[in-house]
């Protein structure tokens, strides 16, 4: 029997004909049509004052590190469980990342632990959706606030989540989204930087433009561009955005879809994890998730290894998720050791991901399923 992937990528739409469309067009440079409709789709669904392409997450939370002006000796805090470039954008600029503990039942940022983390240099809080469940938001901007510090919400795994009502990626003054081809919605490699307040928004256009003032060259604003500030090249090309847009204009499709995929898993897992100490994902009351990924949480590290073989046995491309950034070999050279983040330490060593993806079809879900439930740790 053929594997089943843990994520399949593919087309969900009209991707090729906007692709063809883009290229027809002569050019496939960045800031064109399909880009604009993007970031226009975007700013209509978030309420975003302002969204922009990037050419992935990572590149929008360096972006994001550059518009706070981080530098050296500043900390930011942020989650040990979490992708590494959460980190590493602050790191570039020369802070101190300052590894948080999550909570045992969203994985997030543990917003209890939070306040005393925060001292006189630190410059930002980075808050991560895990698999699209929001963060205890308002206690994390309340704490943040009272201390000065803007929330950069990394938002990979949670375009079209909401929490209070409100979409994610909008409640910090920051927010990242990522359209790596593992995420809802993706172009392969691809990004945009969620901008809350109008105040970033002519600084972020020149860093994105490698320093210059090209976007408001482009819009006739001034008659040549000229080096402005320090920056990169972080524009998306059209080609990639027609892609995107093709995928993003299938959103409540695909959300649909992958709800429905999530819930299913649930319903099904709901007893077998019950009776051998297996934890489901956890959504509180004031939390629309984006429903990104599906994550059983098995008792312990041996548990988890034998789920993982068993599943590869049975064809099935059951993953584990993060490594603590604490512990790791770059970790250890801000402070980071084993033992100072107990959940993180046990939540990573006990984490297996069920493949999950908005082309699975009933067949592959139920195959994946049976095969769950054939295990007793
Ligand atoms: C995928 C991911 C990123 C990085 O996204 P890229 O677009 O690949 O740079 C950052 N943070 C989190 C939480 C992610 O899952």
Not at 7 to 17: F, K, M, S, V, Y
Not at 26 to 53: M, V, Y
Not at 264 to 289: E, F, K, M
Not at 316 to 322: C, G, N, S, T
């Amino acid at each position: 029997m053929d594997m089943i992937p843990f994520n399949r990528a593919g087309a969900l739409g009209r991707e090729r004909e906007l692709m063809a469309e883009a290229l027809a067009r002569g050019s496939i440079l960045g800031d064109g049509p399909f880009g604009k409709r993007c970031e226009a789709l975007l700013e209509e669904c978030t309420g975003a004052h302002r969204a922009l392409l990037t050419t992935s997450c990572t590149h929008a939370l360096e972006m994001a590190a550059l518009l706070l002006d981080i530098r050296p000796g500043d900390e930011v805090v942020v989650p040990s469980f979490t992708f590494v470039s959460a980190a590493n954008a602050f790191v570039l600029r020369g802070a101190t990342p300052v590894f948080a503990e999550i909570r045992g039942d969203t994985l997030n940022l543990d917003e209890r632990l939070l306040p005393p983390l925060l001292t006189e240099r630190t410059r930002a809080v980075v808050a991560v959706h895990y698999g699209g469940v929001a963060c205890e938001m308002d206690t994390i901007l309340a704490a943040a606030g009272k201390a000065g510090v803007p929330v950069v919400e990394d938002a990979a795994h949670a375009l079209f989540g909401g929490y209070r009502g409100r979409p994610l990626g909008t409640l910090g003054a920051l927010g990242a989204l990522s359209f790596h081809e593992t995420k809802n919605f993706s172009c392969g490699e691809g990004g945009a930087l969620l901008l809350n307040d109008g105040s970033f928004v002519g600084r972020a256009e020149i860093l994105r433009e490698k320093g210059t003032d090209r976007s408001r060259f482009w819009r006739g604003e001034v008659d040549k561009y000229t080096w402005r500030d320090v920056g990169s090249s972080w524009v998306l090309s059209d080609l990639s955005a027609a892609f995107l847009l093709g995928q993003l204009e299938q959103h409540e499709r695909v959300q649909a879809r992958r709800r429905a995929l999530w819930e299913r898993y649930r319903a099904a897992l709901a007893d077998w994890a019950a009776r051998h100490g297996v934890s489901l994902p956890h959504i509180p009351g004031d939390c629309a998730p984006a429903w990104h990924l599906f994550h059983l949480l098995l008792p312990d590290a041996a548990a988890r290894a034998a789920f993982l073989a068993h599943m590869h046995a049975g064809g099935i491309a059951a993953v584990f998720h993060y490594l603590p950034l604490h512990t790791s070999p770059m970790g250890a050279r801000f402070g980071g050791r084993a033992g100072i983040l107990p959940v993180t330490e046990s939540v990573a060593a006990r984490i297996a991901r069920l493949p999950f993806y908005t082309l699975m079809t009933d067949d592959e879900q139920d195959r994946v399923i049976a095969r769950v439930l054939d295990f007793a740790p």
